[in-house]
């Protein structure tokens, strides 16, 4: 689904303030320019490709031929790398660790911010270190399953009940989620969830109200504030790949909740970006049941289109969508700012600070 973040950015963004150019990134990690998808109308379907994702990155017309990363953000060309991938090596911090390495601005949130909130164990932990309530879960190393099924089994029984919630750790998009309704159906499900990542997460299954929070930085002064709190109805059991892609819920902003669950489901999903140390913005989704909200997870690039849950919180607090990309690239160039002036700070005389950082360009 990057594809259609990816062109529905490009298609929203000022061609007065930016010169743009899509980059997709193929299954083999090249950088692959794509200057035509500049011609797609904005409202117009992403094409379907099989290969990568869409970034898009402001720089030259180059020629649509496969490069290095390294020869597509030459030196000095690049002012901001605007990121539209999803799920592993885009919105894990393998991506955020590469541009950290050439010293160039990008949107959201950093490798250390990316990492942590794409693994939900990790993530978890930390969230419950910080006294954010989370769903009663547990860990299931893959290695330790083929021979210890009747002991994890067990386990689940005694401290989850069924219906409980199979998820590889540390994918998106709800792809190899289950919900298991009783022990039958655990080994299905556990394997599935194992063929994305080699630790799956099992959770108790929640009864109540989904939510999910955006959280967007002060392009100026980097101070996070929550957006407008959205409801998600979902048409079939859960907010699946499909319901999130292919309209198969409904979305209500404001959420159907009282001011004070709002309130504090805004607390949490702040809270959450701070701890998990995001940056320029996240999405945190919660679940209000029996009057608790509890948090899911944390979205460091959630979807971009115009139709998205960051998108529709922002136009209900009146911040419509080329604005909400001009805020997203003003913070990265903010960030990328301090950083660069701390680099220097610290650098040890006579020499220079590191990270390349001079690749940079402040400004749009």
């Excluded at 949107?107 to 978890?124: E, N």
């Excluded at 101070?223 to 979305?251: D, M, N």
């Excluded at 989704?285 to 608790?292: C, I, K, M, R, V």
Aim: proline letters at 7%; glycine letters at 10%; charged letters at 20%.
């Amino acid at each position: 689904m990057s594809l259609w973040s990816g062109t529905r950015v490009l298609g929203a963004l000022d061609p007065t303030k930016y010169e743009a150019l899509p980059v997709e990134i193929t299954v083999e990690g090249k950088w692959l320019p794509r200057p035509d998808l500049l011609a797609l109308p904005s409202g117009g379907a992403a094409p379907s490709r099989s290969t990568g994702a869409a970034s898009s990155s402001a720089v030259p017309a180059l020629a649509s031929a496969s490069h290095h990363i390294d020869e597509v953000v030459r030196e000095g060309d690049v002012d901001v790398v605007f990121i539209a991938l999803h799920g592993p090596y885009g919105e894990d911090g393998t991506v955020q660790g590469l541009l950290e390495l050439l010293g160039i601005a990008y949107t959201g949130s950093g490798v250390l911010a990316s990492a942590l909130a794409m693994d939900k164990l990790r993530s978890r932990q930390v969230l419950q270190a910080s006294a954010i309530p989370v769903p009663a879960w547990l860990a299931l190393e893959g290695g330790r399953w083929p021979g210890a099924r009747a002991e994890i089994a067990g386990r689940i029984a005694r401290d989850l009940g069924y219906p409980c919630v199979v998820k590889p750790n540390a994918q998106g998009s709800s792809i190899g989620v289950t919900i298991v309704r009783d022990e039958r159906g655990l080994e299905a499900a556990v394997e599935a969830a194992l063929e994305y990542d080699d630790v799956a997460l099992v959770e108790e299954y929640l009864r109540g109200t989904e939510l999910t929070c955006g959280v967007l930085d002060d392009a100026d002064t980097g101070a996070p504030a929550a957006l407008p709190v959205i409801e998600i109805v979902p048409k079939r059991e859960f907010f699946t790949f499909e319901a999130k892609y292919q309209g198969a819920s409904e979305e209500i902003c404001p959420a159907r909740i009282s001011a004070a669950q709002a309130a504090k489901a805004q607390e949490l999903a702040l809270r959450t970006h701070q701890v998990l140390g995001c940056d320029g913005f996240s999405r945190t989704d919660l679940f209000l049941t029996a009057g608790d909200l509890v948090v899911l997870e944390t979205n460091t690039i959630p979807g971009l289109t115009e139709g998205s849950l960051i998108p529709l919180a922002a136009r209900a607090a009146g911040i419509p969508y080329p604005e909400l990309l001009d805020r997203m690239i003003a913070s990265a160039l903010r960030r990328h700012r301090v950083r660069r002036r701390i680099r220097s700070a610290g650098s040890a005389p006579g020499r220079g600070a590191p990270g390349g950082a001079g690749r940079s360009r402040p400004g749009g």
